[in-house]
């Protein structure tokens, strides 16, 4: 009769280990476990912190001052592709919200200062704009990622996290939620 090595033995029960390890990891990868959350997440930021940034057209912001009316703050970098797609949606929803009595505010974070700048320039963003550079902002508000968006109600509120790329029909929707007078 042949008895079964111990080498052996511990060598397929470790295979048979990996084996299933990786099938489990694969698992976890294909349902998204572990990356970027991306969308609508409601409730991951109750209250916005205030801060005070310098804009790049050199006026103050601060949204202490700000919050009293619907904020959209946007969180973006110049080689952020979506970033790119998203930019004139932007402004143009800024041209027509602002007289509504929204603030737009476009933070740069993880980027060159001349290449945010040729950014705005390029995509004629009027909107404010300031640079996180501290990196200070972006870690208070729990941005991980790009494009990172907060809609915020007057009185600071936050209503909504976005992560990822919008489109048109997406950000209406979610600025026409913090609407002033409460359309929540």
Do not use: H
Not at 68 to 73: A, D, E, L
Not at 94 to 113: A, H, I, K, S
């Amino acid at each position: 009769m042949l008895r079964p090595r111990p080498a052996l033995l511990i060598t397929l029960v470790a295979g048979t280990g990996i084996l299933l390890l990786v099938v489990a990891l694969g698992v976890a990868l294909q349902r998204g476990v572990g990356g970027t959350a991306t969308g609508r997440e409601d409730g991951a930021l109750t209250s916005a912190p205030p801060f005070t940034l310098t804009r790049f057209d050199g006026e103050t912001f601060d949204f202490a001052r700000e919050n009293q009316q619907p904020v959209f703050v946007y969180f973006w970098a110049s080689w952020c592709v979506p970033c790119q797609t998203e930019a004139p949606i932007i402004e143009s929803l800024w041209r027509e919200y602002r007289d509504r009595g929204y603030v737009f505010l476009g933070v740069n974070m993880w980027d060159q200062p001349e290449d945010a700048r040729q950014f705005v320039s390029q995509y004629r963003l009027t909107f404010p704009v300031v640079a996180d550079e501290a990196r200070a902002v972006y870690v208070e508000y729990g941005v991980q990622g790009l494009p990172t968006a907060f809609f915020v109600a007057p009185g600071g509120a936050v209503r909504t996290k976005y992560s990822g790329p919008m489109d048109e029909r997406t950000l209406r929707g979610l600025l026409d939620e913090i609407a002033p007078g409460g359309k929540s």
